[in-house]
């Protein structure tokens, strides 16, 4: 594989599936991304929504939109993101992973809205193909944060990585009279989290040890997309960046990071995230927000 300059990375703070069809600073800052990168030859995401118990990449050519939410607007329930995907690139992925086994997933997954929501803002045409990585929810921060550094060698052939989750995310504690605001405690915890990113990625692990984790990753699969971004910063003794900050209903951090961006921050502008309107009254946990 010839190499390339090296392709930026990220960390998508993704939130609710309705950003998927508004506009507000965090998709305008998506949209800035998509727009500020080279073209990439390819896409890795790792999503909080395909948190298995295994690790694997998709490996079919055309990979389904997965509607993996309940009690939205009709309309999201139509949105298709047809990108291609790539069986070469997936054995890619496989191959630089190793000694990890991964698995290659020809017919069971596809992209879930972790991945297409962000993709929809950075890259609309759907054009350049895509291939998402599963989260082993057996392995341990160490394992992940490992895997994230393994993958950096891809950086240099043409490929965008993309780690898609939410720093802290916890639905049950949601608050819909705060659109753009956050408790105090998932306001400690995600300073927290940018701290040991930006400055000391290697303990990205200490997060497990914060006395708000409980709290603000109730259940770890939002979270540890970040460990991905952290283990690629490690690896490349690079500087992570804020592309865009911000809470959403008191307990989503809709924080997002680059990598090899520089420069890259959004000006924040535009309106905050809404809820679905037909989510009222649902469970928190069944918006999957």
Do not use: C
Request: charged share 20%; no cysteine; aromatic share 10%.
């Amino acid at each position: 594989m010839t190499l390339m300059p090296l392709m930026p990375a990220a960390f998508l703070g993704h939130g609710s599936p309705m950003n998927a069809i508004e506009t507000n600073r965090f998709t305008t800052a998506w949209r800035a991304f998509g727009a500020s990168v080279p073209r990439p030859r390819a896409i890795l995401v790792v999503s909080a929504h395909w948190y298995v118990n295994y690790t694997a990449v998709t490996a079919m050519p055309r990979p389904r939109t997965i509607h993996d939410f309940f009690g939205f607007p009709e309309k999201l329930f139509e949105l298709e993101y047809p990108a291609p995907g790539s069986g070469a690139f997936a054995e890619e992925v496989a191959e630089i992973a190793k000694p990890t086994q991964v698995g290659l997933d020809h017919d069971s997954w596809g992209l879930d809205h972790g991945t297409w929501s962000v993709l929809l803002h950075a890259f609309p045409k759907a054009e350049i193909p895509v291939v998402q990585l599963a989260i082993d929810e057996r392995k341990d921060f160490d394992f992940h944060l490992e895997l994230g550094a393994k993958l950096a060698g891809l950086r240099q052939t043409g490929v965008l990585i993309v780690a898609s989750g939410n720093v802290v995310h916890n639905l049950r504690a949601l608050d819909w009279s705060k659109p753009e605001l956050g408790f105090d405690w998932a306001y400690r915890f995600n300073d927290a989290a940018r701290e040991l990113l930006m400055e000391r990625p290697a303990e990205i692990d200490k997060l497990l040890g914060h006395p708000d984790y409980s709290k603000a990753a109730p259940t770890p699969d939002h979270l540890i997309p970040l460990l991905y971004l952290a283990g690629l910063t490690n690896a490349e003794h690079g500087k992570a960046q804020v592309l865009v900050d911000g809470q959403a209903f008191g307990s989503i951090s809709m924080t997002s990071y680059t990598l090899g961006m520089a420069g890259a921050k959004s000006d924040g502008n535009g309106p905050p995230p809404e809820r679905g309107p037909d989510a009222s009254g649902i469970p928190p946990e069944e918006t999957n927000t």
